[in-house]
């Protein structure tokens, strides 16, 4: 037989059972509810928000793209960024010119994961933008922030260049090199280290494989820039699932 005293917490505990089970369903049925009367505005612009936005601009800028340029799809182009015909800017990279301008130059390439800047002024005194001229080749995972690279370079992998750092044309960083500020880089010389030292001369037939190579990967962008055109052939393997799922086309 039951004592008043457990009769009594039998009740409590039933009475707070039923309390929390009422809650719940008071707070689904205004969920519902709720659901039911709130309807997204018709003239409402649909923007699908999971993916990385390739282009942003800032302000009155906005990046510039040529036709026959192939930049990735997980690229990040913010502000003043022009990129050039013949151009490719490769998987991971970031041109953020939102301080100033960046150009990458005809037949230059921008190999994965470089960072490119451009700050306010320049040490030297010199533009502060980043300029990449023709035929040049960024090595993956370099950093360039306000520099000058002039036409027919390479410039190594996980290389830094400087605020106000020249490399003249025809000369190659070592991969791994550091430009410090304002350092010039002489045209037709091999430099290498942290910071950047001169090695040896560039040989006659050196320098011609540097714009040979600024080519190679242009026509290897050609294969990739073709799988992300608006009218690419992606279209037959859709119709493909949608006739083995039964789905009228």
């Excluded at 009155?60 to 015909?85: E, F, H, I, M, S």
């Excluded at 400087?162 to 010039?184: C, N």
């Excluded at 040989?203 to 608006?230: G, Y």
């Amino acid at each position: 037989m039951a004592t008043p005293m457990t009769a009594r917490f039998s009740r409590k505990a039933a009475a707070s059972a039923f309390s929390g089970f009422r809650n719940v369903i008071a707070s689904r049925s205004f969920v519902t509810e709720a659901a039911k009367t709130i309807s997204p505005s018709s003239d409402r612009v649909k923007w699908d928000y999971r993916g990385q936005r390739n282009i942003i601009p800032l302000g009155q800028w906005v990046p510039k793209v040529a036709v026959d340029a192939y930049v990735a799809p997980n690229v990040v182009l913010a502000g003043q960024v022009t990129v050039n015909d013949g151009a490719s800017v490769w998987n991971g990279c970031v041109l953020r010119g939102d301080l100033n301008k960046i150009t990458v130059g005809f037949c230059s390439n921008v190999q994965e994961r470089c960072v490119i800047h451009a700050a306010w002024s320049s040490p030297t005194g010199l533009p502060a933008e980043t300029s990449i001229e023709r035929f040049v080749t960024i090595g993956a995972y370099s950093l360039l922030r306000s520099c000058m690279i002039e036409p027919e370079c390479i410039i190594g992998q996980h290389s830094i260049l400087m605020e106000g750092s020249l490399v003249e044309t025809h000369s190659i960083l070592e991969a791994g090199s550091v430009v410090p500020p304002g350092r010039r880089i002489p045209t037709g010389e091999l430099w290498a280290g942290n910071p950047a030292r001169f090695v040896r001369a560039l040989t006659h037939e050196e320098t011609l494989e540097i714009p040979k190579l600024a080519v190679a990967i242009n026509d290897l962008s050609k294969e990739h820039f073709s799988e992300f055109l608006p009218y690419s052939t992606v279209y037959l393997e859709v119709e493909k699932l949608k006739k083995s799922l039964g789905i009228t086309i």
